[in-house]
Nanobody, 125 residues
Framework: QVRLVESGGGLVQAGGSLRLSCAAS????????MGWFRQAPGREREFVAA????????RYVDSVQGRFTISRDNAKNTVFLQMDSLKPEDTAVYYC??????????????????WGKGTLVTVSS
C-alpha cells in the first residue's frame, strides 16, 4: 500500500505561481511512476503531468505544457508540480497518483493504483 499526501495548494492571482508537493510513504517510492491529475467542479478528473520512476521521462497535457513542471526527489519520497503563469481555468482540486513504475508513465486515471486526497488550487482573475 502506498500513502500519498498532497500539499501546497491555495489561492493565487492569475499569472502567479504555486508549487505542489506529494509525499509518499509505505513502499519504495522509486518503484513507482507518478502523476498529477486535476478535477474542476462539474468536470471529470483529467491528466496534468506524469514522471517515470527515475525521473528521466515526463509528459504533460497540452494545456499546461511550458507552464507546469513535474519533478521528483526519490531520496525524499516526494513528487512536485511547479505551476507558473497560472490561469483561472487551472482552478481545480489537484491529485497525486502512483502506478507500478515497470509499466511506465500513464495518462489515464484508471491506470493509476494509488491516489492522494487532493489539494485545492484556486486561481483568481
Amino acid at each position: 500500500q502506498v500513502r500519498l499526501v498532497e500539499s501546497g495548494g491555495g489561492l493565487v492571482q492569475a499569472g502567479g505561481s504555486l508549487r505542489l508537493s506529494c509525499a509518499a510513504s509505505g513502499r519504495t517510492f522509486s518503484d513507482y511512476a507518478m502523476g498529477w491529475f486535476r478535477q474542476a467542479p462539474g468536470r471529470e478528473r483529467e491528466f496534468v503531468a506524469a514522471i517515470s520512476w527515475g525521473g528521466s521521462r515526463t509528459r504533460y497535457v497540452d494545456s499546461v505544457q511550458g507552464r507546469f513542471t513535474i519533478s521528483r526527489d526519490n531520496a525524499k519520497n516526494t513528487v512536485f508540480l511547479q505551476m507558473d503563469s497560472l490561469k483561472p481555468e487551472d482552478t481545480a482540486v489537484y491529485y497525486c497518483a502512483a502506478r507500478n513504475g515497470a509499466l511506465g508513465i500513464a495518462t489515464m486515471t484508471r491506470a493509476m493504483d494509488y491516489w492522494g486526497k487532493g489539494t485545492l488550487v484556486t486561481v483568481s482573475s
